[in-house]
């Protein structure tokens, strides 16, 4: 569960650049939820992840996640409960290592050992088992080197070793859109499987709104570091991309209203 109360985030405060990128969020995430974020350029999405993952601290609010309260917590502290895979297919992995050694590191995911004591037989049959799953035949290449893997092959993995060990919150920024759109389904609905069998928390960044429809149980929209739209169960069943551009004309219009009655 993700629970953030009050949520503000300026850039470059008091400067002649000030951006106020997150103003005022409040958001319950519950338990195994998969939450589509969407919103134009420069909503604050990417903002909102770095909130959550301690990239940054807010300028005021509080965030909890299963009912700790990590405000205060940097990011190597919340890396313990929270993955991240980001656009880019280099990122979250290690090029020069091979598949198995890549596999072995986020198995020790938020233990102190190190890989000292090498692949075991024992972890190498698990990791082949585990990459049989994704279909990609990658259960025959342990020994390759991870830079070696094509975009889409590398961001399976990537999935992969975000979520062998069960994180609580799973944060996908963009995680697909560098890649074809084949490709792209395919790593969303490998996506959507391991959400639901591993039940983690997710929220995913994407600019395609049918992806946005299609996958999670959730949608939020944001605009100009604001929630405007949160949909859910039956209002976000059979939501069509007109029926989501309607409601986001307007809910923009109802907020230029409130702004102006507030302003007048
Ligand atoms: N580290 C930073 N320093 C200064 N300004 C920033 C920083 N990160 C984000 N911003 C600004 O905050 C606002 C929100 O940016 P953010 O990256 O969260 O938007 P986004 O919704 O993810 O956009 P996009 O879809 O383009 O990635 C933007 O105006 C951006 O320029």
Partial sequence: MISLTDIIKYFHKGSVNE?????????EISEGDFVSVIGSNGAGKSTLLNCIAGVFFPDSGSIRIGGTDVTGWP????????????????????PSATIEQNMALARLRGKKRGLGRGVKKSDRDYFREQLQKLGLGLEDRLLDKVGLLSGGQRQALTMLMATMIRPEVLLLDEHIAALDPKT??????????????IKVTTLMITHNMKHAISFGNRLIMLHQGRILLDLRGKEKEGLTVKDLLTQFYQAQGEELAMDSLLLS
């Avoid at 792209?184 to 069998?197: F, G, K, M, P, R």
């Fill in 184 to 197: 792209a389904n395919q790593i969303l609905n490998l996506t959507q499987e391991i959400v639901s069998s």
């Fill in 75 to 94: 990011e190597y502290k919340r890396a313990r409960l929270i993955s991240r895979v980001f656009q880019d297919p280099l990122l979250g992995t290690c």
């Fill in 19 to 27: 951006v106020f990128a997150l103003n005022s969020i409040n958001l």
